[in-house]
């Protein structure tokens, strides 16, 4: 962490104040304001007092080809160059994105492009219908290295049935995903689950399977938000907790009590959705 050191650590000489790291005298933000702004404008760009630069970005297009939405793309690339700042300072294992500029709709990293109507919204947990059996299944990860994957089985009334989480030492995110899903599908399949119902908050891998119904096996494959995914979250990364493996749950793990009784009462979590 650098909690309490005044020196950027990025640019190792530069004091670290607003203008410095945050918005565009820090060799990382330049990278990011060159990207963004027309030719023209990249000159005094950098020279302005934070009054005068804030004044100058808010009442003057400075985008390239004159987007319109120049306010916009000026508020989040602060806003984003702050958030990063903070969690390399307190230790997050997150790393920046090499080119943000280009990516106009992921999750955390709009700094360009035309933004879209943002609202707030309660998501919630929801029971399957009657006959289905839900499936959550998440994956896991240290140091942004994803690790391993796990879900839960749980009936119509949202009680436990099983769960499992499988330690698989070390790979990537997409096939971490479907291994959780595999492992979720094969062991439903044991059971003699003839309905079930399969949620994760992968849209990749929602978009990579297909709902099935073949003959007494039918599969709704569903997205979900990772804030009503928290069960399969925690299985996910019980992985380290044992060897290399598959391991099932017949009982249900005591930390996850509290979030199975919020999920079956309807609790609801706050998430920002694009429209």
Same mark, same amino acid.
């Not at 004044?55 to 987007?67: E, R, S």
């Given at each position: 962490?650098?909690?309490?050191?005044?020196?950027?650590? @990025?640019?190792?000489?530069?004091?670290?104040?607003?203008? +410095? !790291?945050?918005?565009?005298?820090?060799? $990382?933000?330049?990278?990011?304001?060159?990207?963004?702004?027309? *030719?023209?404008?990249?000159?005094?760009?950098?020279?302005?007092?934070? +009054?005068?630069?804030?004044?100058?970005?808010?009442?003057?297009?400075?985008?390239?080809?004159?987007?319109?939405?120049?306010?916009?793309?000026?508020?989040?690339?602060?806003?984003? $160059?702050?958030?990063?700042?903070?969690?390399? !300072?307190?230790?997050?294992?997150?790393?920046?994105?090499?080119?943000?500029?280009?990516?106009?709709?992921?999750?955390?990293?709009?700094?360009?492009?035309?933004?879209?109507?943002?609202?707030?919204?309660?998501?919630?947990?929801?029971?399957?219908?009657?006959?289905? *059996?839900?499936?959550?299944?998440?994956?896991?990860?240290?140091?942004?290295?994803?690790?391993?994957?796990?879900?839960?089985?749980?009936?119509?009334?949202?009680?436990?049935?099983?769960?499992?989480?499988?330690?698989?030492?070390?790979?990537?995110?997409?096939?971490?995903?479907?291994?959780? !899903?595999?492992?979720?599908? +094969?062991?439903?399949?044991?059971?003699?689950?003839?309905?079930?119902?399969?949620?994760?908050?992968?849209?990749?891998?929602?978009?990579?399977?297909?709902?099935?119904?073949?003959?007494?096996?039918?599969?709704?494959?569903? @997205?979900?938000?990772?804030?009503?995914?928290?069960?399969?979250?925690?299985?996910?990364?019980?992985?380290?907790?044992?060897?290399?493996?598959?391991?099932?749950?017949? +009982?249900?793990?005591?930390?996850?009590?509290?979030?199975?009784?919020?999920?079956?009462?309807?609790?609801?979590?706050?998430?920002?959705?694009?429209?």
């Amino acid at each position: 962490m650098h909690i309490g050191v005044p020196w950027c650590h @990025h640019c190792v000489n530069n004091l670290e104040d607003v203008l +410095q !790291v945050l918005l565009h005298d820090c060799s $990382l933000a330049k990278s990011i304001w060159c990207n963004l702004l027309k *030719i023209e404008a990249r000159a005094n760009f950098y020279v302005e007092n934070l +009054q005068g630069w804030i004044h100058m970005k808010l009442y003057h297009k400075l985008g390239m080809d004159g987007a319109e939405s120049w306010v916009c793309v000026w508020e989040a690339s602060c806003h984003f $160059l702050w958030m990063w700042h903070n969690r390399e !300072v307190h230790g997050d294992a997150r790393v920046r994105l090499s080119h943000p500029w280009r990516n106009k709709q992921a999750d955390d990293s709009i700094v360009g492009g035309h933004t879209k109507h943002r609202v707030e919204v309660d998501v919630m947990w929801k029971k399957p219908e009657g006959g289905w *059996i839900r499936l959550n299944t998440d994956v896991a990860s240290k140091r942004d290295i994803p690790t391993g994957s796990g879900g839960l089985f749980r009936n119509a009334e949202g009680k436990w049935i099983s769960g499992f989480s499988h330690n698989l030492s070390r790979c990537n995110a997409y096939l971490s995903e479907l291994c959780g !899903v595999f492992d979720g599908l +094969q062991i439903a399949r044991e059971r003699g689950f003839s309905k079930v119902e399969l949620h994760v908050d992968s849209s990749v891998v929602v978009w990579t399977l297909q709902t099935t119904k073949d003959g007494s096996w039918e599969v709704k494959i569903c @997205h979900s938000y990772r804030e009503v995914n928290s069960c399969a979250d925690t299985l996910a990364n019980m992985d380290c907790e044992h060897a290399p493996g598959l391991r099932v749950y017949e +009982q249900c793990p005591a930390r996850l009590s509290s979030m199975l009784l919020a999920d079956v009462m309807g609790i609801t979590t706050s998430r920002v959705i694009a429209l």
